[in-house]
């Protein structure tokens, strides 16, 4: 059971708009800034989203994010077939001994 | 550019050891602190552990903690992770990964297996 909450599971067209969310609570997502990470099967997964809503260099601002209190969401627009991977949620927690905290994981499919 | 290249794993009995190496490349490595992340098959991100640029402050998941212990060595740019009184579950792939100011994980390593098993 990961200590940040998200959907097993989205899905949608291609040209359409998905949003993954992710929620936390005051120890972890409300007081910290949140990451997203994407994975392609037997890859590493890759930084997309830092500081709950920047976007590294080189990345196509179809990826966007954002945060509210305790949950954050991962929106990306315009879904081409090369999205389809899977989406975590990471942040820090402040309670004791916690450390680092990741989502279970989101797996995207453009259908 | 950025590089982070993991070593070390394999096949290992369940009760033994093994000693993971992750080299650091691209960036002033004595700046950062340091993760290491798992994935066991066809599973989610678990963090294991966390060292700070000068190793004064360790964090471990409840997991692994007192089997597990995190060190460094900021002048070969080396970040390890000896595993001790390993268990089934702990077989998963392990990372290597940056922590910055604004992400617990900038850049990550391509990965060891490590997979405990009779």
């Known amino acids: 059971q990961s200590v940040l909450t998200q959907p097993p599971s989205v899905s949608a067209a291609p040209g359409q708009k998905v949003t993954i969310s992710c929620s936390g609570s005051?120890?972890?997502?409300?007081?910290?800034?949140v990451s997203w990470y994407q994975q392609f099967p037997g890859t590493a997964p890759k930084l997309l989203i830092y500081?709950?809503?920047k976007r590294p260099s080189g990345l196509p601002d179809r990826f966007s994010g954002s945060k509210s209190g305790t949950s954050a969401t991962l929106g990306i627009t315009g879904l081409q077939p090369g999205d389809e991977a899977d989406y975590y949620c990471?942040?820090?927690?402040?309670?004791?001994?916690?450390?680092?905290?990741f989502g279970g994981g989101t797996k995207l499919t453009v259908l | 550019e950025v590089q982070l290249v993991e070593s070390g794993g394999g096949l290992v009995h369940p009760g033994g050891s093994v000693r993971l190496s992750c080299a650091a490349s691209?960036?002033?490595?004595?700046?950062?602190?340091m993760n290491w992340v798992r994935q066991a098959p066809g599973k989610g991100l678990e963090w294991v552990a966390y060292?700070?640029?000068?190793?004064?402050?360790?964090h471990y998941a409840a997991s692994v903690k007192g089997r597990f212990t995190i060190s460094r060595d900021n002048a070969k740019n080396s970040l390890n992770l000896q595993m001790n009184i390993l268990r089934g579950e702990d077989t998963a792939i392990y990372y290597c990964?940056?922590?910055?100011?604004?992400?617990?994980?900038?850049?990550w390593g391509q990965g060891t297996l490590v997979a405990v098993s009779s």
């Open positions: 990964a940056r922590e910055s100011s604004t992400a617990m994980a900038d850049y």
């Open positions: 691209g960036f002033t490595f004595s700046s950062y602190g």
């Open positions: 060292i700070s640029s000068g190793s004064s402050v360790v």
């Open positions: 005051s120890s972890n997502i409300g007081n910290n800034y």
């Open positions: 500081e709950n809503n």
């Open positions: 990471g942040t820090w927690d402040s309670s004791l001994g916690a450390g680092v905290v």
